[in-house]
């Protein structure tokens, strides 16, 4: 081994020697919760690594034994606290007095977080009202047996905003409480798996204001009472000076404050990559640090005064800053590196990572399953490894060509600009790139998006943050001893970030802001990071044959993401009917033998966005291709609710009504018209549909029309509803909108009954309750009946016998599906005959 070698090894060694406790506690932590193992085996498996290391500790021979098994006993301990944190819950936790249902509650604690008002904004269809959200520390709940004490945290969404509780004040609460669901679609966001994650498995609904009842004046410990005052200072201070946005974006950028009147920003910063500026992290800690150590340094104080300075100052800020995973991660770097100058000793980036991984994994291992936290530490290390090949790769031929320049003295500002300034640029820039490369993967395993822009906003955003941060910064320091001087550097923080919101609100309507891809697997995502750390280097190094090989793997990995873009073909033999779980209203998707997707019906009143939540991720998570066209039944909103969507995404080119949608006083009202001039806006082409026709959907599936027929005076909102019967390969889907009785007893009359027999059958107006629903449902002779709706048909409360008894039956005689039961419910048919899937036979 040369000497070369040696120096090599040695540098890696002496760089990140924890590295290795830091990869052992990562694995430790994925074995506890992935492996089916107890926690008593991981117990063995630590003590017996801790005994032979301790054992083989002084003896120089067995280096290797010590060393393997001192990181086996951190693996095992690793996996112990995933199992702990994870699997077990203690006896009084707030988790173990709920059900599978909610229930009504009285709970006592004390207020977590800072509330925030929750606005939900739906443009068609029922408009819930603003609540006021926060989290509780539970300490007692009431039971049959009186006040019993508990613990944990629970999520408390108040409907009526009138209060909002400051943090560490005590209250009871009044209301129902549950634990969150898991998903009632494929691809739909898994609450009970994020909540699981973050330790917040409770949820709790108070009703109305009165349903919060504060239990003390004061709120918390007299520090938490100070902590609160000075938080709610220095937040005033920051925002008073701007507008709305922009004031509460410098209270984001400098306090990690996310108001709710900044949720469409952080949206279009998402979708634009750089809802990392909104995250205080390294960057935004560099630069407070790095200005007060180069303001100390000015001021012509040694090093390790400017750090102990720096130091304190941290302190400082992390009690008044919101502490999330980033800022953590950044505080305990800075504070390896200022130990380091204090010290007097070399310091390594990769080392107080390495630490700072284990210490918030050690408190928390769950959050190593988060996206945040991945995305924050796999950007740092890619930009400690790569970012100096990226330099080379970008601008290695102009570094050369630099530095056979030679300046005299009279040209210094030329020197500083082709030198200083040209190096901040070229860090920033290299930086910029290795981060979007290191993140770009993760983010499209998580979040499923692909941003072309954000290298170049992000390289117009950053000076602007700095611009905002460093005034704001001093904002916070000069806000108790010179106030006028901090409220004028507020204003001067609230220009810079006046022009980011400006420049976020134009990026919105660039063409092709994010892309959104279909799912991506975690082998995708290791390769992508393979190919990264590989060829990266590979491309700065002398030959050609290296170069080709490096940008024949870079085609290869291109050409392999493609293909897993490429949308899910059809059977070639049958249809694939998707209802999916929408809560009261309907959303059912067809895909035809031929690949082909249509939308039937996709709506809800149930208070969210339908299209975002449901229809989205879920033609996402099945790699369907957009839809061809869109059948729309009728004009109550819980049938189209998620058009508006679709439509401004450009996905509906041909939509298919009925005659009355949008005639006032026929079926029609103001919403069904504003739709109507919303699809014709974006060029969707309308197709009206009556009793007759018959709808091509290829060569094997058509739509025929049974109902309503042209100019027919009288008929109610519902009646107006489309029935269509589907055929692939000689079976049949009746589906019929809300019909109600006028247009049941209108179909059961002779010459038009027969048109009604059909394999498959959707209860009209989600299983509601009319005169003629059995005898319609007679006349259809299903084998497999499917409503969607958010709870099981039942008919009305005041219902005799008969009645309950013909519900009864429908899951007695029938094969019988309900999206309030089942979730998504996915029925296959034609020639291949009749399978049906469900969500509930997925868990």
């Given at each position: 081994m040369?000497?070369d070698s040696?120096n090599v ?7 990140g020697p ?19 193992l107890p ?5 063995v498996?630590?003590?017996a690594g801790?005994v ?6 002084f ?6 034994l ?8 951190v693996?095992?301990l690793?996996?112990?606290r995933?199992?702990l ?20 509650a009285r709970?006592?604690?004390?207020v977590?977080?800072y509330?925030w008002i ?9 408009q819930p009202?603003?609540?006021v959200r926060?989290?509780?520390e ?10 019993r ?5 629970v999520?408390?969404?108040v ?8 943090p560490?004040?005590?209250v009871e ?7 969150y ?14 909540a699981q994650?973050?330790?917040t498995?409770v949820?709790f609904?108070v ?5 919060l009842?504060?239990?003390d ?10 902590q ?5 200072l220095?937040y ?17 950028l400098v ?5 709710p009147?900044?949720?469409q920003?952080?949206r ?5 990559g750089?809802?990392?500026f ?6 935004h ?7 007060i150590y180069?303001?100390c340094r000015?001021?012509c ?5 400017a ?10 800020y992390?009690v008044?800053?919101?502490s999330?995973?980033?800022l953590?991660?950044?505080a ?5 590196v200022s130990?380091a100058?204090?010290?007097g ?5 990769l080392?107080a ?7 918030l ?8 399953l988060s996206p945040g ?5 796999t950007i ?5 490894l790569l ?16 530095g ?6 009279a040209n210094r ?18 930086m910029?790139?290795?981060?979007y490369?290191?993140?770009?993967p ?5 979040f499923g998006?692909?941003?072309p ?13 700095v611009?905002?941060?460093v005034?704001?910064?001093?904002a ?10 901090s ?11 006046l022009?980011i919101?400006?420049?976020i609100?134009?990026a919105g ?5 994010a892309?959104?891809l279909?799912p991506?697997s ?7 990071y393979?190919?990264i750390?590989s060829?990266?280097?590979a ?5 050609r ?9 870079v ?6 993401s ?8 059809g059977?070639?033999?049958?249809a ?9 209203g309907?959303c ?7 690949g ?24 996402r998570?099945?790699?369907?291709p ?7 039944s009728?004009?109550?909103t ?13 996905l509906?080119?041909?939509v ?6 949008d005639q006032?006083g ?20 309308l197709?009206?549909l009556r009793a ?19 100019g027919?005076a009288?008929?109610s909102?519902n ?10 390969q000689g ?11 006028e247009g049941q ?10 048109q009604l027999?059909?394999?498959?059958l ?15 449902v007679a ?7 499917l409503?969607?709706s958010?709870?099981?048909?039942q008919?009305?409360?005041t219902a005799?016998?008969k ?6 039956n ?12 089942d979730?998504?419910v996915a029925?296959?048919?034609?020639k ?8 509930r036979q997925r868990?």
């Open positions: 040369t000497n040696v090894s040695r540098s890696i060694v002496i760089r924890m590295l290795a406790v830091a990869g052992a506690f990562v694995g430790g932590i994925l074995a506890g919760r992935f492996a089916p926690v008593g085996f991981w117990w498996l630590a003590l801790l032979t290391g301790v054992v083989s500790l003896r120089k021979h067995l280096i290797l010590t060393t393997a098994a001192l990181l086996l006993a693996f095992s690793g996996a112990v995933m199992r944190a994870y699997f077990s819950t203690p006896s009084d936790a707030i988790v173990t007095f709920t059900g599978p249902s909610q229930i009504l709970v006592r604690g004390r977590a977080s509330p929750l606005h939900k904004a739906v443009e068609f269809g029922y009202t603003p609540a926060f989290l509780l539970a300490q007692s709940i009431l039971t049959r047996q009186g006040w004490k508990t613990s944990g945290l999520r408390v969404t409907d009526e905003p009138y209060q909002t509780p400051q560490g004040l005590a609460l009044i209301g129902k409480m549950g634990r669901r898991p998903p009632r679609n494929p691809g739909q966001f898994d609450a009970a798996a994020a994650l973050s330790g498995m949820h609904r009703p109305c204001a009165q349903g009842v504060p239990l004046a004061k709120p918390g410990r007299w520090w938490q009472a100070l609160q005052r000075w938080r709610a220095l005033q201070r920051l925002t008073d000076p701007g507008d709305t946005q922009s004031g509460r974006l410098v209270a984001a306090l990690g404050e996310r108001h009147a900044l949720a920003l952080n279009t910063m998402k979708r634009a750089l809802a990392h909104m995250s205080i992290s390294g960057m800690l560099g630069v407070l640090l790095g200005f180069l303001l000015v001021m104080i040694s090093p390790k005064k750090a102990i300075i720096v130091l304190i100052a941290l302190a400082a992390l008044v800053a919101q999330r995973p980033p953590l991660r950044s305990v770097m800075a504070t390896a130990a100058v204090i010290s000793r070399k310091h390594s980036s080392n990572l390495a630490v700072a991984a284990v210490g994994l050690a408190f928390d291992p769950r959050g190593l936290f991945q995305l924050s530490f740092v290390v890619g930009i400690i970012h100096k090949s990226m330099e080379r790769l970008l601008f290695g031929s102009w570094l050369n060509r630099r056979l320049m030679v300046f005299r003295d500002v030329r020197h500083w600009l082709r030198f200083s300034a040209a190096n901040w640029g070229i860090a920033a820039v290299s910029c790139v290795t981060a490369l290191a993140a770009a993760l983010v499209a395993y998580h998006l692909f941003s822009y954000a290298i170049v906003l992000g390289l117009v955003v950053f000076p602007l943050v611009a905002t941060l005034p704001g910064y001093l916070l320091a000069l806000a108790w001893p010179m106030p006028n001087l409220a004028a550097l507020a204003s001067l923080a609230d220009g810079p970030a022009l919101t400006k420049l609100d134009a309507t660039l063409p092709v802001l892309v959104q279909r991506v975690l082998g995708w995502v290791l390769l992508c393979g190919t750390v060829v990266l280097p491309l700065n190094k002398a030959g044959a290296r170069r080709i090989i490096a940008g024949l793997a085609v290869a990995l291109i050409a392999l493609v293909w897993t873009q490429l949308p899910a073909g059977s070639g033999d049958s694939r009917l998707h209802m999916l779980a929408v809560g009261a309907q059912v998707v067809l895909q035809t033998p031929a082909q997707t249509y939308i039937l019906d996709a709506g809800t009143r149930s208070g969210f966005d339908v299209y975002r939540q449901a229809l989205e991720p879920f033609m998570a099945m790699k369907l957009d839809p061809a066209a869109a059948f729309v009728h004009a109550n819980d049938h189209y609710s998620a058009l508006p969507g679709m439509t401004r995404a450009g509906l080119q041909r298919y009504l009925c005659d009355y949608f006032p026929r079926g029609g009202n103001e919403a069904s018209i504003r739709m109507v001039k919303l699809l014709k806006r974006h060029g969707a082409k197709v009206r007759g026709d018959t709808t091509s959907l290829g060569p094997d599936t058509r739509v025929e029309t049974l109902w309503p027929p042209a027919r009288g008929l909102e009646d107006t509803s489309l029935v269509l019967r589907i055929i692939c079976q049949s889907v009746l589906l019929t909108g809300d019909l109600a009785e007893a209108e179909l059961l009359k002779p010459g038009k009954r027969e027999r059909s394999d498959i959707v209860l009209p107006h989600h299983g509601a309750w009319t005169p003629t629903l059995p005898e319609f006349a259809v002779k299903p084998g497999i009946i409503v969607s958010n709870h099981q048909p008919g009305p409360t005799g016998p009645v309950r008894e013909f519900y009864k429908l899951s007695q005689r029938y094969r019988f599906y309900s999206t309030a039961r979730g998504w029925l296959t048919f034609g291949t005959g009749l399978d049906v899937q469900t969500m868990r």
